[in-house]
């Protein structure tokens, strides 16, 4: 009952303060908004200005297939970015995961077709590009690598007539649109987001809100004035931790609501699975967050480090991209394999169909609760201290 | 019978004796002050009663019972005003006096609070949030809260510091209204017209000990003196030479302590035209608790 009212006390203490309501409630709803708004459209265009194409050769050009190659060269970094692969398979494959824009097929002969065309005025050479039906960026970037080959084509028949005086024969172009291939953990950038917006939440509670608070309340001696009555230290600790799971379980309620309603973002989130994955996180960010308190004596110093700490968990614990798949340094790379966040986003990600590294299960949920233990004997020595209770 | 009993009561930080050896016993119904200047040891020694801080050494005693630890049935007895008042900022006074009730488990009415507030003159704030309160008005929340448990014995420290005036006043008014209900109460201060309104005690504490207790009157009595005589100069150092009783209080007066005012004036009137100096300002006073201090110790109370 004591522990009840504390809660109580202590949780409309912090929401009619406007930073107490703004960061919690208010300020993940915004974050979600902007990250939806901005990145989930860069994705489908993916920046709108450099392409993806793959190529596939099926022999190395010679002679006058070599024009081609100079050409392909030309248009590299912009507006394509190549990647070659070995098969049309594969790269069809591929471009129906939307890994690439467009594929080329450079068929086996083409250098002696072509040089049939320039020389004797055969049959017109056969190119065969591959664009996703329905994707405006695929098509897009099929006529753009269309016009610059026919651009490469007149050049070619003015060095034909010029040379021979004879007719030319453009290349003929076989555009083939193919069916985008649907898979079970297609990208949703939504989906992707919402377990990261659902753990800055929760860590903002769970950094500022239990170290700032208890050494606040230490330092203008109001947990003093609750033990003066029969409260003690445990029951005011359970009270802030009660009080600030009740935050979180609201800021969360707010998350999903936007997630589900207005992104339609992947029902999974309901689960059991994904709900005990986001208690577990809860379990996790409150452990960090004792941590900082066992160890910053003052108000000044924990804010300075529950910042830092805030910022290196959300960034380097891949909430907004993977780092581990960017060419980071080595040290970077350590840090954010040690740190919890890294898996429980990760986790959390796994539960909605999404996976972005590839830890194993067992992973997933020990570095986590290493951090917990290890956070909750930190605390222990320095619970007295910690609690004001000397 | 006492409510209160200390016995040898110990608490040092490294080589500073905070408490030092501190015996005394609070009886029953009434109120005992706990006198000093700051860092006298007054804070520390109540703190430790109150079950706030560890002794090192010595014994506490709750009507007659010993406490070796303050625990929750000690604590529902008591009721604490603490030097610093400290609430939650945001939760309103009537929330305030709610939750401290809840906080000892005590089953409270809405007109139980409503009198609380009365007996306090908070009444007309009973909506406004705690950090909207002006200092006078916490201090007052800091006694209503201590109340709500109708606790037998009351812990007030330090109540009216940093109070003008009229808080002060309206504070000492509430106390003895809590004494006639009485209330034990043990309170500390450095404010000697507080101990002497207040208290049916007083234990003058300095450096961790008590180095005297009584009544007021038997402190009083205890340092011989009649009367004082108080004046301003601006040649004090010369007049203190020639009279080596002369001390200087914290206002920068003069105070010299007497059995016979006659023949004391004369024979300072005669002394300042001797040394041509000028002497202004002369009250004569019946001696106080600060003259027992500076008695005792030769410092003020202030210093």
């Known amino acids: ?390 | 019978m006492n409510a209160i009993t200390v016995r040898n009561l110990r608490k040092y930080y490294g080589a500073t004796k905070a408490v030092d050896g501190v015996s005394f016993d609070v009886p029953q119904g009434e109120v005992v002050a706990l006198l000093g200047p700051n860092g006298a040891g007054k804070t520390t020694t109540v703190e430790i009663i109150e079950g706030l801080r560890e002794k090192d050494d010595g014994e506490i005693f709750y009507f007659e019972k010993k406490a070796d630890h303050i625990d929750k049935t000690v604590k529902s007895q008591i009721g604490v005003q603490l030097q610093k008042t400290a609430f939650f900022e945001y939760l309103t006074v009537y929330e305030t006096i709610e939750l401290f009730a809840g906080l000892y488990n005590v089953k409270v009415q809405k007109s139980d609070i409503e009198r609380l507030m009365n007996l306090v003159a908070l009444q007309e704030k009973a909506k406004s949030r705690v950090r909207t309160l002006s200092g006078g008005q916490l201090q007052r929340l800091a006694l209503a809260v201590s109340l709500v448990n109708d606790p037998k014995i009351l812990f007030l420290d330090e109540p009216t510091t940093g109070l003008d005036p009229q808080a002060r006043r309206h504070v000492w008014e509430i106390i003895e209204q809590l004494k006639q209900e009485g209330k034990t109460i043990l309170l500390t201060t450095h404010y000697m017209e507080e101990a002497e309104k207040l208290a049916d005690r007083v234990l003058i504490m300095d450096h961790g000990k008590i180095i005297a207790s009584g009544t007021v009157q038997e402190l009083i009595r205890s340092i011989d003196m009649e009367s004082y005589i108080e004046f301003t100069t601006d040649k004090a150092q010369i007049l203190q030479k020639e009279i080596p009783s002369l001390r200087v209080t914290d206002h920068e007066k003069l105070v010299l302590p007497v059995i016979d005012v006659e023949e004391s004036i004369h024979m300072l009137l005669n002394k300042a035209k001797e040394l041509a100096i000028s002497i202004d300002n002369i009250v004569i006073r019946r001696p106080n608790l600060e003259d027992v201090f500076l008695n005792l110790t030769g410092r003020s109370l202030r210093d």
């Open chain 1, 1 to 390: 009952m004591r522990i009840l009212k504390l809660s109580k006390a202590l949780f409309l203490n912090d929401v009619r303060e406007f930073s107490g309501f703004f960061w919690p409630f208010v300020f993940p709803l915004i974050l979600f908004f902007i990250l939806v708004s901005v990145f989930s459209g860069m994705t489908s265009t993916d920046g709108g200005i450099v392409f993806r194409l793959g190529i596939v050769k099926e022999e190395n050009l010679a002679g006058f297939g070599t024009i081609l190659e100079q050409v392909i060269e030309q248009i590299q970094p912009e507006p394509f970015q190549v990647v070659v692969f070995d098969s049309l398979e594969e790269a069809q494959k591929n471009l129906q995961l939307k890994k690439i824009e467009l594929v080329l097929r450079i068929p086996k002969g083409l250098s002696i077709a072509m040089a049939r065309v320039i020389l004797f005025a055969g049959q017109p050479t056969k190119i065969e590009l591959y664009t996703l039906a329905n994707s405006y960026e695929s098509q897009l970037a099929g006529k753009i690598l269309q016009s610059i080959l026919q651009q490469v084509d007149l050049e070619m028949a003015k060095q034909v007539i010029s040379l021979t005086g004879g007719e030319y024969k453009e290349v003929e172009f076989v555009a083939k649109p193919i069916e985008r291939k649907k898979t079970s953990n297609e990208f949703h950038y939504a989906t992707y987001v919402f377990p990261a917006v659902l753990l800055m939440s929760i860590m903002s509670l769970a950094l500022f809100n239990l170290p700032l608070g208890l050494i606040n309340n230490r330092e203008e001696w109001v947990n003093r004035r609750l033990y003066t009555t029969p409260t003690n230290a445990l029951d005011y600790l359970s009270s802030m931790g009660l009080s600030l799971l009740v935050s979180m379980v609201i800021s969360c309620a707010l998350v999903y609501l936007m997630g589900l309603t207005l992104y339609k973002v992947n029902n999974l989130c309901l689960s059991v699975g994904f709900i005990l994955r986001l208690l577990y996180s809860i379990a996790v960010c409150f452990s960090v967050g004792i941590v900082i308190v066992s160890f910053c004596r003052r108000f000044s110093t924990a804010l300075v480090v529950t910042q830092i700490a805030y910022q290196i968990l959300m960034f380097l614990g891949g909430f907004y991209f993977p780092v581990l798949n960017f060419n980071m340094p080595w040290p970077i790379k350590v840090v954010a394999r040690i740190l919890p966040t890294t898996y429980l986003v990760e986790n959390l990600r796994i539960s909605l169909g999404l996976r972005m590294y590839s830890f194993s299960e067992f992973e997933l949920w020990l570095i986590p609760g290493i951090w917990i233990l290890a956070s909750v004997l930190a605390f222990s020595f320095n619970f007295k201290r910690v609690m004001g209770y000397e």
